[in-house]
């Protein structure tokens, strides 16, 4: 088919399947005598096309500097490269039709196609561009090139017109004028051959320009960049071997500088870090980049110096980073020319002295070449435009950027939401954690709702800091993370006043990180106005928010991102998006279900009754490595349980607690108060007092401990009175975390459900047992040994219950000495218990001068516990049944156990309130034997004879 032939080939569809080509970079033409040569623009092109005379062309190779094997798929072709250009020659082209060629490339940097056309003797028109797509509403200037043997036309639609300036004779530059539409709109440039009446040769370019509803940032590319100088050498005058400074200088984030190891010595600090360039150059700013997992070694305070030759220094100011998590940027007092720089780090994080640390420390020239925006925004975060702002100023504003976003803002088709918000200081979660004795909460309290890809230039705009000395950064952290926790390999960014163009080095959230390290300073900071011009929204819900809290289906539905966030007054949960649309009928449900669970663990760690609320929200996340797990800032949850813990109906299921206690147990975690009630081998244990009080009370579900049977039939209480009480065991030996939860539950039943000492039923709802013993543990100093903390939890038990419990406490086991007893918690820890501090601890309770325990506390259960309060006496009923190993009583009223005697020795216990009270079914270890009695034993501890059948 002859190419006269061709007008008609180019349809509507090559849109769906073209490839946008959107560059607009101006290059000299070439000539059709040949010989010219075309200097490279930008990336390297996907098409070069020819004249039929033979002649050269060098194009770009672009990116990196690279060596490619350049191989033709026609032997008229050849390609050499030349530094960073490919020479492309090309024969004389006989023949009277177009011929076609492509040249493969190949290197360590990829691979490249590119498709070589040349005209040969017949008539013809080459056009490097059949399609041009996703040209923006605010339009802006074309470029495309015209090979041909023909005088040619060019005809425009009325939408596209030609520059004042004359056009060069192949490539051709035009502009498309702004589309004020909301659709977008297509029509076909037609370039067709000119002196032919009949028969012309003609070839259509489609342009395809984007309507205004929906905003697409402007290029980014002639933004200017601020220079990165780069750090050559450096020296640090205590290093740990295999992390010394070069990894600090190593474009690394999870490299990282430590300083030694040992630091008990005197003169550990200060620590010298010195940084030298290859020749002395000018610095305007500089970036302090902490380890981004684990904490030991964040700066805190110091002095930078900086020195012109490398070798006098001159201080320039001093610094104090308050040992943050986050990076910092620097801005120095002045611009500042010189070859070295130097930290003098005084003071840093961690245990005993403290270390220094650093994952990367950058140095940086500003740009002088910036836009002067302030002549169009009214605003410095750019959201307004000065009211005298015309059309006609817009268009001629010369970087496509600004143009684009001035453009939108005067179209009235900038959807500010989420893209320009005010940004709220939180108190620094360790300020409050610290005297609590607790884990952190979040950090990321000021989610944005904008999500970035890898590689794309992030623009934000950072209004007047109010000359606060506060930090902003920005975090973005990619929770999709096969096989592992996105949480803890973030990327964080410092933010400065006015606009921050960041190179986005992941995919993920962005999260302002705006934090006071003290109280006074959260006062007086203020709302700090952001603006993300780039990125994509993908919004968040707020049940606190008016603005957003009716339109939970609205945002949920249209956020494009894997994962959404969710808040609450005290909760905030990031997970797949899928899942909430999937699972969580509305917002407000989840997160009032959560925020429930957060609150009431504050109410049951008496930190509402003592003010001590922490001023951050409770963090959730979706993870893909583990089951369950909290640590400090977050909790986290595998993806396959988001079905159940983010439907609120199975959090609340009254028949179940299987949904709820997990993210109740891990919330619980974080607020273990420590080491008071987190000894070593309590890790998993204290931490289910909270999960008891969670699902029991607030959710009104049945007790694990009370419904749950075991492997024989019984429930876990029977399992903890005979590992326990037979033979008499050390608590810490009860081998089962379920077990050692009892007596720390029975507490609570008792003083709370038997005495009403429980928030659940005190007037004020704060108040109760366990909120004043958590209160005294943050109070006082706990003991240092394992041994010694055991024991001391009995003496604050009683002090705070006002009660003798030393019985109670001998009877499980708190009270037994053990010399270097092996406790199971990650096999690093031992107990110790010697006589002489069971005898201490005896008599400062007995000191006390506290009634003694009158009930059977051994035997408190959540069925049993009413009977506690007016311990009523045993009502008998029927003699017991015995088959087999299993025993039945039923009728039997007033009774919390049923013990088995051999003789006067104990030989087994049971809760006889289980399956239900009157009817106890337990099924013993071994075999009954002819010896064996029974007896029933009442609140008020009396012991009564159950006869057998």
């Known amino acids: 088919m002859r190419l006269r032939q061709l007008s008609t080939l180019l349809l509507a569809a090559s849109l769906l399947s073209l490839a946008p080509s959107c560059k607009t970079a101006d290059g000299p033409g070439n000539k059709p005598n040949g010989g010219q040569v075309t200097p490279g623009q930008g990336d390297t092109p996907q098409e070069v096309d020819f004249q039929a005379a033979a002649m050269t062309k060098q194009i770009s190779l672009g990116g990196a500097s690279a060596t490619w094997q350049v191989t033709s798929t026609k032997t008229w072709v050849k390609a050499t490269q030349i530094g960073q250009t490919l020479k492309i020659d090309v024969e004389a082209n006989d023949d009277a039709e177009v011929r076609e060629a492509e040249l493969r490339l190949t290197s360590s940097a990829g691979k490249r196609n590119i498709k070589i056309r040349q005209l040969g003797q017949a008539p013809a028109i080459l056009v490097d561009k059949s399609v041009i797509n996703q040209v923006p509403a605010v339009g802006g200037g074309i470029t495309f090139e015209i090979t041909t043997n023909v005088k040619v036309e060019v005809k425009l639609p009325d939408w596209i017109k030609s520059p004042a300036r004359a056009m060069r004779r192949e490539t051709h530059n035009y502009v498309v004028q702004p589309n004020t539409t909301g659709k977008e709109r297509m029509a076909n440039i037609e370039i067709i051959q000119t002196g032919v009446a009949k028969d012309p040769v003609k070839l259509l370019v489609a ?52 300083s030694a190891w040992a630091n008990g010595g005197s003169n550990y600090f200060p620590i010298t870090l010195t940084y030298n360039f290859a020749e002395a150059a000018e610095v305007d700013y500089l970036v302090y980049y902490p380890r981004q997992q684990g904490y030991n070694g964040y700066f805190s305070e110091g002095e930078i110096q900086s020195s012109e030759d490398g070798t006098t220094f001159t201080k320039l100011m001093d610094f104090d980073f308050r040992a943050s998590s986050t990076a910092t940027r620097v801005v120095l007092p002045k611009r500042t020319k010189a070859k070295s720089f130097r930290f003098i780090v005084r003071k840093g994080h961690g245990d005993g002295q403290g270390f220094a640390s650093c994952a990367e420390m950058q140095f940086f020239r500003r740009s002088t070449k910036a836009f002067d925006y302030t002549t169009i925004f009214a605003d410095e975060v750019c959201s307004e435009l000065k009211p005298s702002v015309t059309d006609e100023q817009i268009a001629q504003i010369s970087d496509p950027f600004f143009r684009n976003l001035a453009f939108y803002l005067k179209q009235g088709k900038y959807n500010k939401e989420f893209r320009v918000a005010d940004f709220k200081p939180w108190l620094l979660p360790t300020v409050v954690s610290g005297p609590n004795k607790t884990n952190p909460y979040s950090l990321l309290d000021n989610p944005t709702g904008i999500a970035v890809e890898k590689g794309q230039d992030l623009i934000v705009f950072v ?29 964080v960014y410092p933010l400065s006043r006015g606009m921050n163009r960041i190179k986005m080095q992941k995919t993920g959230l962005a999260y302002v990180l705006y934090h006071a390290s003290d109280v006074a300073s ?55 998006t899928q899942a909430f649309r999937q699972y969580t009928p509305q917002g407000r449900d989840i997160t009032n279900t959560y925020d429930s669970i957060v609150y009431n663990e ?48 199975k959090m609340r299921n009254p028949a179940s607690q299987g949904a709820a206690w997990g993210p109740s147990h891990e919330i619980g975690h974080m607020n273990q108060t420590r080491p008071g009630l987190l000894w070593a081998g309590m890790t998993e244990v204290t931490v289910n007092i909270p999960s008891e009080y969670i699902t029991t009370y607030v959710f009104g579900q049945p007790s694990r401990l009370q419904v749950e049977k075991l492997e024989l039939g019984n429930n876990r209480y029977t399992k903890g009175f005979n590992n326990i009480f037979v033979g008499n065991v050390p608590f810490y030996r009860a081998g089962d975390v379920f077990v050692n939860l009892i007596p720390f539950w029975q507490l609570e039943l008792y003083f709370g459900k038997a005495l009403g000492r429980t928030p659940r039923k005190q007037a004020d ?14 109070e006082h100093d706990s003991p240092s040994t394992v041994g010694e903390q055991q024991t001391e939890f009995a003496f604050a038990a009683s002090k705070v219950g006002g009660v003798d419990l030393t019985r109670f406490f001998e009877r499980w086991g708190f009270f037994h000495t053990v010399d270097n007893g092996d406790i199971d918690d990650y096999g690093k820890s031992k107990i110790n218990i010697t006589a002489a501090r069971v005898a201490s601890v005896k008599s400062r309770i007995k000191a006390l001068n506290l009634k003694p325990l009158d009930v059977a506390l051994e035997y408190i259960t959540d069925h049993n516990a009413y009977l506690y309060a007016q311990k009523p006496a045993i009502v008998a009923g029927a003699a017991a049944k015995v088959s087999g190993r299993t025993v039945t009583i039923t009728g039997w009223k007033h009774v919390v156990a ?51 059948q």
């Open 463 to 491: 209004g007047d800091l109010h000359q606060m000395d506060a930090r902003l950064s920005l975090r973005v952290q990619n929770l999709d993370k096969p096989g592992g926790d996105g949480f803890n390999d973030p990327v």
């Open 522 to 576: 959260l006062k007086r900071f203020k709302p700090v106005r952001i603006h993300f011009a780039t990125g994509t929204v993908n919004g968040y819900y707020d049940s606190q928010d008016p603005k957003l809290k009716d339109r939970w289906h609205e945002l949920i539905n249209k956020a494009p991102n894997k994962h959404f966030d969710v808040l609450g007054k005290y909760c905030h949960l990031t997970f797949e």
């Open 207 to 258: 342009v395809q320009q984007l309507g205004t509803n929906n905003y697409i940032p402007g290029s980014t590319d002639q933004l200017p960049e601020d220079e990165q100088i780069k750090v050559v050498s450096g020296t640090a005058s205590s290093v740990q071997p295999g992390s010394g400074i070069e990894l600090s200088f190593d474009g690394d984030l999870s490299t990282i500088y430590h």
């Open 898 to 948: 049923f013990e088995i005697y051999d003789g006067t020795k104990l030989v087994y216990a049971a809760d006889a309130t289980h399956p239900a009270e009157g009817g106890a079914v337990f099924t013993m270890d071994s075999d009954w034997k002819a010896s064996y009695s029974i007896k029933a034993v009442s609140a008020g501890n009396d012991r009564v004879d159950v006869p057998k």
């Open 765 to 778: 709802g704060v108040s109760g047992f366990y909120p004043d013993l958590y209160q005294y543990f943050r």
């Open 602 to 649: 504050w109410v049951l760690h008496g930190l509402v009754k003592y003010k001590r609320e922490p001023q951050n929200r409770m963090y959730l996340h979706v993870m893909y490595h583990a089951f369950m797990y909290a640590t400090w800032y977050h909790t986290a949850y595998v993806n396959s349980t988001q079905q159940d813990i983010l439907n609120p109906d």
